[in-house]
């Protein structure tokens, strides 16, 4: 179907996390009904940061980061801005109807 400008305009405001190896970009309320959270999606995955050889995937939706929820891009950039290195997390994303969990050390 054919995008209205609004959705245009929100899949433009992408957010990169370098360390991470991702670009995230918000849900726009046409796909929201893929999913089971409201959270962010990634747009592009580096396969050799560290997400990407965990397995997460484009098209991932992130909705939660240890036990924080990531409703939104600022949700999200705020919850990265607390993330020291080595730190263990929990990533909760949202995959094909399925809702998963990545422990991880970043």
Known sequence: GKKNRLDIFIEQLVDSYTAWGITVKPLIPKFAKQYHHKGVIISDI?????????????????????????????????????????????????????????????
Not at 79 to 105: H, K, P, S
């Open 46 to 106: 580096n396969r050799n940061s560290p997400l990407g050889r965990a397995g997460l995937k484009k098209g991932d939706l992130i909705y939660a980061i240890s036990n924080y929820r990531a409703n939104s891009l600022a949700d999200f950039a705020t919850l990265a801005r607390r993330i020291r290195g080595n730190q263990q997390i929990q990533i909760y994303f949202d995959r094909d109807n399925g809702e998963y969990v990545l422990r991880i050390t970043l």
